[in-house]
């Protein structure tokens, strides 16, 4: 069988370089998640230029059942992983690790299928101080290509993950993750900003 996971952390230092630290959670009854850390750096190599992203690695080493199916299906089924950006220096990030890491144990604590349109929420702020509990699961294939995989075994998505204020995950709810997107297009709105305000939805 092939080691996906080996794949999956090829696939993300190809497309995001060396990680800088990692972290592993382990929660009863799932396999071990681990979360990498990427840092754009600047050209002394020195100083962050702006951006960490944070990875998950080990969600997409089972397929995601349908939680209407009777029995799971060991080998085929969706498979993702989870990737955050932020803007560094504006807040403790770093403590995303574990929100991260129970949002990627999702599929098997509660037979989720996590897509595109998703909302996802860890009940806390995702860091000290966070306006947001919650995040929204946007399109792949921007920042980290899809990683095929041989049949029958499904592509892992790289799932692009938004953060969210109560007020827009409740708007979402109504009207629509597509909805909120154009607000935050419209408006402007730095989705990397951890410390950013909602965006106005009169």
Do not use: C
């Not at 770093?94 to 929420?121: N, Y």
Request: charged fraction near 20%; charge should be negative; aromatic fraction near 4%.
């Amino acid at each position: 069988m092939v080691d996906v996971l080996a794949l999956v952390e090829a696939r993300l230092r190809t497309a995001l370089g060396e990680p800088d630290a990692r972290a592993a959670v382990t929660f009863l009854g799932t396999d071990r998640v681990e979360v990498l850390r990427f840092t754009d750096l600047d050209t002394s190599g020195t100083t962050p230029a702006g951006i960490v992203r944070y990875a998950t690695l080990g969600m997409s080493a089972q397929p995601m059942a349908d939680p209407t199916a009777a029995v799971a299906d060991p080998v085929a089924g969706p498979r993702a992983e989870l990737v955050l950006s932020v803007r560094a220096g504006a807040a403790d990030t770093d403590k995303v690790l574990r929100p991260l890491a129970v949002l990627a144990a999702s599929p098997q604590v509660e037979g989720l299928v996590v897509a595109p349109g998703a909302s996802l929420d860890v009940g806390d702020p995702l860091w000290p101080g966070a306006p947001f509990t919650s995040v929204l699961v946007a399109e792949p294939g921007g920042l980290v290509e899809d990683l095929e995989l041989d049949a029958p075994l499904d592509p892992v998505r790289f799932l692009p993950l938004l953060p969210m204020t109560p007020n827009e995950a409740a708007w979402k709810r109504v009207h629509g993750a597509a909805a909120l997107q154009e607000r935050w297009l419209a408006s402007g709105t730095d989705l990397r900003d951890p410390a950013r305000k909602s965006v106005s939805l009169d």
